[in-house]
């Protein structure tokens, strides 16, 4: 009996044991970061600021970036006439379920704007005893989400506009009219051109906004408002245009930023870093730990054309790397430069390839590339000899000299239309001196987003719009005496334009001078769109580049993506933009 | 005072036999192989006088002299046998019969064992001899087709690659957040001798297991409560027995390979593609080859027609061995089993391969008659060489050029003056690419048995796992991770795992006359830590060094994470059986369950369930029915639960992410994607079981019987947001699934004589599920392979049906795709609502879904004196899969594709795959060309054939060597598949394109001493 007692005594003890391991259930996460333990502390604000341009770098350096706003114009179409991004480069297929890399661009910013919107409903929580420093913070994130804005409402018109952080399950939204965009759009960059400081203050840190960024982008966005208006609203925002654009270029010494004295300066790769033209730069850094992913900036690419593995060439770092072609200039881009007086054409576009590969001319080759006989034997000389040569000359005699050699018209057929499959003349503004490894397809090069250049362009757009040609002119002509080929002739004179010129040239005129610019920076689908209404739009884009024949009135604006209607509940009531 | 008359005179004459006694010798053996049975119970009628056998089989045991005498040999797994010796018998010989599903069989069920003929649930039991009989590292492999309701696939033929593993079809959702890092949200629950996740079961040797049982239904598994919902697979080790030691020694040696892949285009076949893609559609005219062929070096190639098969050069056949060696052994108090295993496959990639290094002690001791303690576990050690898989590649490199260099060395870029593109097999230079994962998982389980009482028994079992795995990556700038990069990346991964489960279960026993109860009590805890930390960085200075000096790599560029992730599990249970003469069962449980990872206030569940058995056979009116031994009738009705989100789901959390300014590093925080449902909560689900087991025809016939109906609501989904919120995800209760379906399993022993003997078992399972409820009523439209349909099996495939290729003869075609008009050579899809428009609104539909509607296995032994011939076939029928590598037919021919497949062209008008073109699939025919990619999957395959011969006793006595068999395995021998498409392929697979399914050829023995 006292042996049972024991044992009972045992048996109850562990049961006891057992009932009693009643642990916390609560999870313990010291890894993890919530907002709200974050974002309270000055110093933990930062970060919130910092992850708002994130998704800028997923837009610049990427393809989708560069086809969503420079693909489907009158200056580019796909390398190499191949089926690729129909929807934004071709408007082939573009409908709301499958609408390419405009879709990427909703998706991301959005995500960037919710961003910009947490750290602007949550700043004042967050601790902040200089005023000075709150305001500059505050300043970043105004400015970015007006950036982020903009391309959203320009994109796909007047849809949902939210300002405060998404913190429950939103299902429904509403319309918000492009004007509404445009207030708040408006809004943030002055307060930001008010708060940001000048460049200087960041020192090292200079891709972040500063003062010259809001100046530069509000300008941008009058102009495009201005479209929008009709008599005096447009007027006005002309004028605000025109102002704030001037006043960039007036304070420019004062803002930190200046125009090089030539265009192969500017996009001379040894002066990206800080580039001093830039209003607003994405940086890059050859530390991918700092870049968006381990691609960086693969800009470089997307204009290249094949040379490697042609006679008497390799790829090298210096012609770049060709491995990844996207798109290819129209013949009318090509043939809006003067090549004999503007510099910008020979600073944009590279036409001949000097050997760097040792090659010898034999029977099969010349018969592949369609030489002469003359030229068999020919040695080329690396260093020295020409290996290819694309132009947008005619060629007399091309099959006796001993290089490539394709013109202008093995390059385009008669009525415009891109003859060759393999070949194009490419642009080289982007080519890019951090690259490393000769077939690495990553980039570190910083991008321009906005430049000095740029507040020229809108000054006198704005100017030709309110009938003040001469101002226009004048403006134009700084851009152009700096693009002026000084030597061995000094051109400048002959590529001054008088009022009278862009008076008869028309906005066409304004345009032009944009695509002789600014071509491939990120910009053209948004003046077509801008200055044109549909009919104009689609037959400027067929005129100049007649392999494009999809283009529609309606496809100024892209269509909602299918899925956010989707996971609306009242996808219905939303609606989709008109025509798709 | 007559009472007392009768108890003098019956103690006087117990008194009298007992000291009239004699010894019966005799032998207990197999009665299939003769082998000596160790440890088996004999019993004298009417005396409590018990022996064991010893490791000869043989025993002795005392009997009363001059009179009949009956004894009782039990044996698990053997039917029990009684016989009845005169007086005159001695030396006698008693031969077992292997019993399958035999009822007095004990089966392991939560927390407790139970004798079959008292089971009131669904449980499938497969045994130890049955799990070796397929030469795999996995034990759950090797019981595919053994166990109805349980689908079962290899889940690639990456050596040493694991399972994957439905019970009953699919109840939750999976989607991209649940199913990372490889989780399977359906996956069922593990418990290795009593431990809940006690390790994973690649670690486990197959050949130290004893049994593995399958819970099913929900009141089999609703003790497990909030981890039962997906099934519960019970892995029980095998234990010491008492006597000599007992020695077996089993390994095989095979080769791994003939692996079915899709074999690229060449030559001729290649060219003509990639001609025909550069014909102009307006004039018909194909351009000259140096356009076609742009690069001087490819167009080189061609001209000298240096052509490469690729997937030749990449694959190769590999090896594969194990050797098990076990001791099993004991003395009436400790009992003890010890294992030392080693298993190595080779892949049939070169550079892949898997070892695993077991050492497995199980030890019981009973400490006096009222204690027991033991512990269970093993090491286990195992280290993977991984690798890039590259078929894909092979498949698709341009097949020219020159794969190797004159010294034999791998030609990085095989067409000469192209730096862009690297050989497939560039990761076959030596030190290219490495990836190499050592882990090491201990298992220890302690448990301690206390019977203070008669009836009562309260058990603890303590059952912990540490895990830890290193994995260093290392390739360099040519290898085929890094190629776009062109720089060396290096890194180390290392990872740690704590985890126990503490388990206490107090069991009271009664029986009053006919009535007999059990009553359960169960408190179980669970505690798991896991931590992670990551080291990288790019452009070291040694590419010798590989991973192991990450010092040398580039300062600026290293990276380091980590990370920590715990969550707690808390219940308590009850349960009650009843039985009534052992006719009348009946079982009641519940459990309450509080999880860590759910939302608060929502971390408490309960859990209930409830079953009943009737035992037909035993009521008087089948007395007479002589045909069948045992029939019983089962049903049962219970409530299960999952939580299928990961640890801190249900916080709103940051990522940081990558950014500097200039070369200025700026810490940046975004949101994870994921909004908070404050009012996360359980899914649960309600089973409903209707089962009947049935023994028949003198034991030669067995059935089970199944259907099932199970309803599962408050499905946990990451509901998407629009893309305008910023934010991705929201996870919600959104949906309720429904499954239903039969099990069955048939074993028959069809025939015997002497020396033949032919038996068989049949598995059939049929599984229809389909989601019976959404949020607001609407279906959630995705992308082809994540849409959510009501009235749909979860996993459907949702797009374009594809109905062949547009015809030169279809001209003038009207019909568009958005607003783009159909050309001859494009892919035709069906325009369900005929208003001449592909719309993604109106004309898509569910063309498929993954799972099957049904699968079997069946199973044939013949035995032939010493021969033994094993043929096993399995069938999966109605899945559909995604062939991946139909998705490699390139129409610019910029890249290759599988060499089969008929395309269209003007002069070939085919209906099979489309015209050739510049671009890619999804700019050439976007959004249709996925409709060729989902095919039906159903396969029928011979999945094992195994002759083993054992040698004669007479033979292997002498060298005292009990058991001597030799045998050989081919698997995956046969398939054939409904789709011809899959015809170079193994659908088991599922239509992946990495790692394919190989066969394996295996030569193995058995020796027992």
Known sequence: MKSNKYKIAVVGFCVIAALSCTKNLNEYNPGGATPDATWTTPEGFVTAVNGAYQEQRAYYGKEDGTLVSEGGTDLWFTANKISFANQVTKYIGLTPASTGSAGTIFRLFYRAINQCNAGINRIDGAGFTDQADKNRRLGELRFLRAFYYWHIVEQFGGVNLRTTETQSAELTATRSSVSAFYDLIIGDLKFAADNLPNATFWGNEYSRASKKSALGMLARAYLSRAYYGTGQERADYLVLARTTANDVITRKAELGSDLWVSPADLWNPANNRNNKEALYIISNSTNAQLDYDANGNRLHAWYLTTYSGRPGLVRSLAYGFDGQKRLQPTRFLLNLFNEQIDGRYAASFQETWTANNAFTWNASTAATYGKAASVLGTALVPGTSRAMELTKQVVADKATKPWVLYDINDLYNTNGTIKSLTDFVPLKKFLDASRTAVDGQPGFADIMVIRLAEMYLISAEAEFQLGNYAAAATQLNVLRTRAAIKVPVNQTAAMQVSAAEVQTGGIDFILDERARELCGEHLRWYDLKRVFNGNQFVNRIKLDNPDIVDVQSFHRLRPVPQVELNALSNGAEFGQNEGY | ?1009
Request: charged letters at 15%; aromatic letters at 10%.
């Open chain 2, 1 to 1009: 005072m007559k009472k007392i008359y009768f108890l003098t005179t019956f103690l006087f004459l117990a008194a009298f036999v007992q000291a009239q006694t004699r010894a019966l010798n005799g032998r207990v053996l197999d009665a299939g192989n003769s082998d000596p049975l160790i440890g088996a119970t004999i019993t004298l009628q009417g005396s409590a006088s018990r022996q064991l056998s010893n490791s000869n089989g043989k025993f002795s045991i005392n009997v009363p002299d001059g009179q009949n005498v009956t004894i009782t040999v039990r044996y698990i797994g053997y039917a029990d046998q009684t016989v009845t010796f005169n007086p005159n018998d001695q030396d006698v010989t008693i031969k077992l019969a292997i019993q399958q599903n035999s009822l007095e069989d004990v089966v392991v069920v939560g927390f407790g064992t139970i004798k079959r003929r008292d089971l009131t649930g669904s449980v499938a039991t497969v045994k130890a001899s049955d799990i070796v009989k397929a030469p795999t590292h996995n034990a759950l492999e090797a019981i595919q087709g053994r166990a109805p309701g349980v689908d079962i696939t290899r889940s690639s033929g990456n050596a040493g690659a694991g399972v994957n593993i439905q019970i009953r079809g699919t109840r939750s959702i999976p989607n991209a957040l649940n199913t990372a890092g490889g989780i399977n949200p359906n996956a069922p629950l593990l418990v290795v001798d009593g431990v809940q996740n006690g390790g994973s079961i690649n670690n486990i040797n197959p050949n130290d297991i004893e049994s593995i049982e399958v819970l099913q239904d929900a009141a089999s598994t609703a003790i497990y409560g909030s981890q039962g919902a997906n099934g519960v697979i019970i892995v029980t080790t095998k234990k010491g027995v008492t006597g000599k030691a007992k020695i077996s020694y089993s390994a095989y040696y095979g080769i791994n390979g003939w692996t079915k892949f899709p074999q690229p285009r060449l030559g001729e076949d290649y060219l003509n593609l990639r001609r025909e893609s550069y014909r102009d559609p307006a004039t018909g005219v194909i351009p000259a080859d140096n356009v076609v062929f742009p690069n001087a070096g490819e167009l080189a190639a061609v001209q000298a027609g240096q052509f490469v098969n690729w997937l030749e050069l990449a694959t190769q056949n590999g090896k594969q061995q194990s050797h098990t060696v076990n001791v099993r052994g004991g003395s009436e108090n400790t009992k003890a089993f010890f294992s030392v295993g080693y298993f190595k496959e080779e892949g049939q990639l070169a550079n892949n391969d898997y070892n695993r290094y077991n050492f497995r002690y199980n030890i019981d001791h009973k400490l006096n008659n009222w204690f027991k303690t033991g512990i269970v576990g093993q090491l286990a050690f195992n280290k993977t060489n991984a690798r890039r898989d590259p078929l894909s590649n092979a498949l698709t490199a341009i097949p020219l050029g020159t794969a190797y260099n004159a010294d034999g060395s791998i030609n990085t870029f095989p067409i000469a003056g192209n730096t862009s593109t690297i050989s497939p097999i560039t990761d076959l230079r030596p030190g290219a690419s490495v990836d190499v994962t050592t882990g090491s998982e201990i298992n220890a389980t302690g448990y301690a048995e206390l019977a203070p009482i008669k009836g009562l028994t309260f058990r603890s079992n303590l059952g912990t796992v540490l895990g830890s795995s290193r994995r260093g990556q290392f390739n360099d700038p040519f290898s085929l991770a890094q190629n776009n990069l062109r720089y060396s990346a290096a890194s180390v991964t290392n990872q740690s795992s704590r985890y126990y489960n503490w388990d206490n279960v107090l069991t009271y026993n009664h029986e009053i006359q006919k009535h007999s109860f059990t009553v359960t009590a169960i408190s179980s805890y669970i505690h798991s830590e896991a931590e992670e930390a990551f080291a990288g960085g790019i452009r070291q200075v040694l590419s010798s060094q590989l991973f192991y000096n990450l010092a040398s790599t580039e300062s600026t560029s290293r990276t380091t994470t980590s990370g920590f992730t715990r969550y707690d599990l808390l219940a308590y249970a009850g349960r009650i059986n009843y039985s009534f003469d052992g006719k009348y069962l009946f079982q009641g449980s519940i459990r309450w369950d509080g999880a860590s990872r759910l939302a608060p206030g929502h971390k408490w569940d309960s859990f209930p369930a409830v079953s009943a058995g009737w035992v037909v056979s035993r009521e008087a009116f089948m007395k007479d029915v002589k045909q069948i031994n045992s029939l019983k009738l089962r049903a049962s009705y219970g409530i299960t639960g999952n939580s299928t989100i990961k640890p801190y789901d249900t916080q709103s959390l940051l990522n940081t992410t990558n950014m500097g300014f200039g070369d200025i590093p700026a810490p940046a925080y975004t949101f994870n994607g994921n909004i908070v449902s404050p009012d996360l909560g359980w899914e649960k689900s309600r089973t409903i079981d209707i089962g009947t087991d049935v023994t028949a025809f003198k034991s030669r016939v067995t059935l089970g019987f199944d259907w099932y109906l199970t309803k599962t609501s408050d499905l946990l989904y990451p509901r998407s947001l629009p893309q305008s919120t910023g934010q991705t995800t929201v996870y919600q209760n959104i949906a309720s699934t429904q499954n239903e379906g039969v099990n069955i399993i048939l074993s028959t022993v069809n025939l015997q004589t002497k020396n033949f003997k032919w038996s068989s078992t049949a598995t059939f399972s049929k599984n229809s599920e389909k989601i019976t409820k959404l949020i607001d009523g609407r279906n959630i439209i995705n992308t082809e392979e994540n849409s959510l349909l009501i009235g749909s099996p979860v996993q459907s495939y949702y797009l374009y049906k594809g109905i062949g290729i547009w015809q030169q003869s279809d001209m003038p075609i009207t019909t568009t795709l958005n607003g783009v008009t159909f050309k001859p050579g494009d892919i035709k899809v069906e325009d369900q609502n005929g208003d001449g428009k592909i719309d993604i609104n109106d004309d898509r539909r569910v063309v498929g879904h993954q799972q099957p509607d049904w699968y079997g296995g069946l199973q044939n032994t013949f035995n032939y004196k010493g021969f033994d011939l094993n043929i096993f076939l399995m069938a999966r029928y109605g899945q559909t899969v995604k062939g991946e590598f139909i998705g490699r037919y390139n129409p610019s021919g910029e890249a290759n594709g599988p060499g089969n497949f008929n395309y269209w062209t003007i002069n070939n008008p085919s209906n099979d795959f489309p015209r050739p073109g510049r671009g890619s699939l999804t700019n050439l025919y976007p959004n249709t060309y996925t409709s060729l990619l989902y095919i039906d999957g159903s396969f029928f395959k011979i999945k094992n054939v195994s002759l083993g011969y054992t040698l004669p006793k007479s033979m292997t006595e002498k060298f005292k060597i009990s058991t001597l068999r030799f045998y050989a395995t081919a698997s995956n021998l046969f398939t054939y598949s409904k789709n011809p498409l899959l015809k170079d392929y193994d659908p088991e697979r599922g239509g992946a394109e990495s790692s394919p399914l190989g066969r394996q050829l295996v030569f193995g023995v058995n020796l027992d001493f």
